[in-house]
């Protein structure tokens, strides 16, 4: 079974608008979430992550906000390029080697 | 130097042959990875090593073989493939189980 929950599984925002992507998890175990951003046909690239000791970390105009309580992490993309337009996973992981992917969510930005 | 290289980007194969996918990585990780990912899923793993020993075997069909000959390479050996095994096949690598995964460009293989 899923892991991870991700939602949406697309959006579309125009140029300037702010991105949300929501995670939740019920594995009390995860304590380590990193986002990943995907264009087509490439590799996923690691975008940003975060520990459960904290409640938010921002790089640049991306942000994750957790929720250790709710079980619940998400990504905003503030100032939302076209360039930005990518699928993007967030992810969990324990101490095994094995990060659990949610579905994946599509970011479409218009210009 | 975040990079992970893999080699072929594309590979067309047919049910019978037998090719390998290579991945290389020189950034001293001790864990590397091997994912299938199928369009809009995300990535499935499939195998780890760790300090160049098979760590963890996803119960992946025996047609799949990895390999890792140094802390650096890591290989995907594919024989008697079946339609369904088309993918993009990744490459990731970590310093250790709770670091961060750095992916590289995949391989394409289409199976015919």
């Known amino acids: 079974q899923q892991q991870v929950k991700q939602s949406p599984q697309s959006l579309i925002v125009q140029k300037g608008g702010i991105s949300i992507i929501n995670c939740a998890y019920e594995n009390t175990a995860f304590d380590y979430f990193p986002w990943y951003q995907q264009f087509p046909g490439k590799g996923p690239a690691l975008l940003i992550a975060i520990r459960p000791d904290v409640s938010e970390k921002k790089e640049g105009r991306f942000t994750i906000s957790f929720n250790k309580s709710a079980k619940q992490f998400s990504l905003h993309i503030m100032d939302s390029q076209p360039g930005d337009s990518a699928t993007y996973f967030c992810a969990a992981s324990s101490r095994d080697y094995k990060l659990s992917f949610g579905a994946g969510t599509t970011v479409t930005v218009r210009a | 130097d975040t990079e992970v290289t893999q080699t072929p980007k594309h590979l067309v194969m047919g049910m019978t042959n037998k090719k390998s996918l290579k991945c290389e990585q020189h950034m001293g990780h001790r864990a590397m990875y091997w994912y299938k990912q199928k369009a809009k899923k995300p990535p499935e793993l499939m195998f780890v090593?760790?300090?160049?020993?098979?760590?963890i075997n996803e119960s992946v069909p025996s047609r799949f073989s990895p390999e890792c000959p140094n802390s650096s390479l890591l290989n995907l050996h594919l024989h008697a493939l079946q339609p369904e095994d088309s993918a993009l096949y990744l490459c990731?690598?970590?310093?250790?189980?709770?670091?961060?995964?750095?992916f590289g460009p995949g391989t394409r293989l289409t199976v015919t």
């Open positions: 090593y760790s300090y160049e020993k098979l760590s």
């Open positions: 990731a690598s970590s310093q250790g189980e709770r670091r961060e995964q750095y």
